[in-house]
């Protein structure tokens, strides 16, 4: 006769499952800390480093109207050379509208931490037309294009250091005004 395997759990290891369950199901009911990261911010947090984002966007764009309105026309190569490249005025835009979508949903502490980081994080952005603009050059023959490809590097702690005045700058605003303002609020 062949033994019978009982199919209903007995005992201590029962006793331990239904536990451990239990407790699973109150953890999902309570808000988690990973929960609060994902929640969005308010309004006010969010303008603010949508602003943040964009204002440098806003004065690299203007660096070649200063300068046409300082030195004259210029040519277009040159303009595009000096603003979109060294200073990476194009690399930014992209930066600024990837940046922008990207802290849409993100919480106030994830959108900090961004902050902190966002300098590094510019850093492909600003050499990925570097590397494309020398590439083309050589392409189209001239070999000093190989030295385009690689002289962003040589410019990059530059765009790194102005990234963290300007992160610093940022924060510091954002520590005194909004913070303590929101704070004051939840009292």
């Not at 007995?10 to 239990?22: C, D, L, P, T, V």
């Not at 911010?41 to 949508?50: D, E, K, M």
């Not at 943040?52 to 050379?81: C, H, N, Q, Y």
Request: glycine share 6%; with cysteine; proline share 5%.
């Amino acid at each position: 006769m062949p033994a019978t395997v009982s199919t209903q759990p007995h005992g201590r290891a029962a006793e331990m499952s239904f536990n451990y369950y239990q407790s699973e199901l109150i953890a999902l009911r309570q808000p988690s800390k990973r929960f609060a990261e994902r929640s969005p911010v308010n309004n006010s947090v969010s303008r603010f480093f949508q602003i943040s984002i964009w204002t440098p966007a806003a004065l690299l764009l203007s660096l070649p109207f200063l300068e046409v309105w300082s030195r004259g026309k210029g040519s277009l190569e040159d303009v595009l050379v000096t603003f979109g490249l060294w200073f990476g005025a194009l690399a930014y835009l992209t930066f600024a509208v990837w940046a922008s979508c990207y802290i849409k949903k993100k919480s106030e502490s994830a959108i900090v931490r961004l902050a902190w980081f966002a300098p590094l994080v510019f850093i492909p952005f600003y050499g990925i037309p570097w590397v494309a603009y020398g590439l083309f050059h050589v392409a189209m023959g001239d070999v000093s294009g190989f030295a385009m490809a690689v002289l962003w590097v040589a410019f990059s702690p530059c765009i790194v250091i102005a990234g963290y005045v300007f992160v610093a700058l940022t924060l510091v605003v954002y520590e005194v005004f909004l913070k303590s303002a929101n704070s004051g609020r939840e009292r």
